[in-house]
């Protein structure tokens, strides 16, 4: 089942519906959105994503709005505080990897200008590809989280199937998988 036919079937009031109608699939183009998701994502291995959403407001309370530069300087005593955080997952290799991919687009920020720059620098990709090269550059990044940061990003196709009516919103904002990269002396 797709996800826009398990949302179609959900209560109206459930967490995915508002995800799948305003956010899934859409462009991002603030790196603290796109960091956001990508840590997002990274929480949300061996749990289920109804168990992130439920818990984002507080993932962006406890983690500063996902304000990169902040997040970059967080210290030992500010992990302590965020293992003691209820409202979070609390699990310290999730903890470090933000501070460590937070650092990260830091460094891609100053060689591309913003971590946007860098990911539409390596587009297009296959999965495959993509995955070796957020394993060489973050932590905690395997393949389905790549492959679910890429497409909830529009990154990657997928987000939506043709039939749901959210697919042309999303085609409107012309997602980064409608285009592709112009072969040297194309027209």
């Not at 587009?123 to 679910?148: A, M, S």
């Not at 990154?155 to 697919?167: D, F, K, N, Q, R």
């Amino acid at each position: 089942m797709s996800y826009c036919n398990y949302v179609l079937n959900a209560d109206k009031n459930s967490v995915h519906k508002s995800y799948h109608d305003t956010e899934y699939g859409f462009p991002l183009k603030d790196d603290s959105a796109l960091f956001a998701r990508l840590i997002l994502e990274i929480n949300q291995a061996g749990l289920s994503w109804e168990t992130i959403l439920k818990k984002k407001d507080n993932f962006f309370k406890a983690f500063d709005d996902f304000e990169i530069e902040k997040v970059s300087r967080y210290n030992e005593k500010k992990v302590e505080k965020l293992l003691q955080d209820a409202g979070i997952i609390r699990n310290r290799l999730k903890i470090q990897a933000t501070i460590d991919n937070a650092k990260r687009i830091k460094s891609l920020q100053k060689e591309y200008g913003s971590f946007k720059n860098w990911l539409d620098s390596h587009h297009p990709k296959t999965k495959d590809e993509w995955t070796k090269l957020f394993k060489q550059t973050f932590r905690f990044t395997g393949g389905e989280i790549v492959n679910e940061f890429l497409v909830s990003t529009g990154y990657l196709p997928g987000a939506h199937i043709e039939s749901c009516p959210v697919y042309k919103k999303v085609l409107m904002q012309k997602p980064r998988w409608l285009v592709k990269r112009k072969v040297k002396g194309e027209k």
